[in-house]
């Protein structure tokens, strides 16, 4: 099956400072990627949509200048979290989609854990 | 978006077959019937996806009722790696966003 992968697995950074997440798709080109943000016991919670070449998407409530999304190439999309303070630490997933037709899948990254301290 | 609805937990027995109800009242005609499953700490992953008809492939089976306002996910013989939060998720044509709902956690027990 496709994979993605993310780097790094897991970060921790001071209160103020800003991390990049790099989301990447391994053996397919991915037109369409996705952040999503996950807290401890809760769902997936769906951030912005990008695609190639494109400004991102945002979802309603995502602060588009704290969460950089940039989908420069088909295979790579980085979220940065800029100014980042405690209430930011939470589980980054990224996903990825190689297509437009609905009969393609979203291939899910194994996530970042981001810890601001 | 079309809404998904899951009981929290379901338990198994090992061995056993699970089936995993979903219910999805406001399905449109266009929306695929997509299940992922997380593992604590890990990204979703792919289980199966349908549209109309019922689909098999090596990890499960889709049911898929005839009204599509509901669907079930079928393990065939539950394994303590099938533990795990499974998602029912719908997306519709030209949007491609996945809108997760609580899921349902699967307990196997030995």
């Known amino acids: 099956g496709a994979v993605v992968s993310q780097h790094p697995s897991w970060v921790i950074c001071k209160s103020g400072t800003s991390v990049k997440i790099e989301c990447r798709s391994l053996?397919?080109?991915?037109?369409?990627m996705f952040w999503y943000r996950q807290f401890p016991k809760q769902s997936l919670m769906l951030m912005a949509t990008?695609?190639?070449?494109?400004?991102?998407?945002?979802e309603q409530g995502v602060e588009k200048d704290k969460f950089l999304i940039n989908h420069a190439s088909l295979t790579l999309s980085t979220l940065t979290v800029t100014s980042a303070h405690p209430e930011d630490s939470s589980f980054y997933i990224c996903?990825?989609?190689?297509?437009?037709?609905?009969?393609?899948?979203?291939?899910f990254g194994p996530g970042t854990r981001l810890t601001v301290t | 978006d079309a809404k998904t609805t899951q009981p929290n937990s379901m338990e198994s027995n090992e061995e056993e077959p699970v089936h995993l109800p979903c219910n999805h009242s406001?399905?449109?005609?266009?929306?695929?019937i997509h299940w992922y499953r997380q593992l604590p700490s890990q990204g979703p992953e792919y289980v199966i996806h349908?549209?109309?008809s019922n689909v098999n492939n090596r990890m499960a089976s889709l049911a898929i009722a005839e009204d599509r306002k509901s669907s079930t996910l079928i393990l065939h013989r539950a394994t303590l790696r099938d533990a795990a939060v499974y998602y029912c998720?719908?997306?519709?044509?030209?949007?491609?966003?996945?809108?997760f709902g609580t899921g349902t956690r699967l307990k196997v027990l030995a």
């Open positions: 998720i719908l997306s519709g044509s030209g949007t491609y966003k996945y809108i």
């Open positions: 053996d397919f080109q991915a037109t369409t």
């Open positions: 349908g549209l109309t």
């Open positions: 996903s990825a989609r190689e297509g437009l037709a609905e009969t393609y899948e979203q291939y």
């Open positions: 406001t399905i449109s005609g266009t929306d695929y």
């Open positions: 990008s695609n190639e070449g494109s400004k991102a998407t945002y």
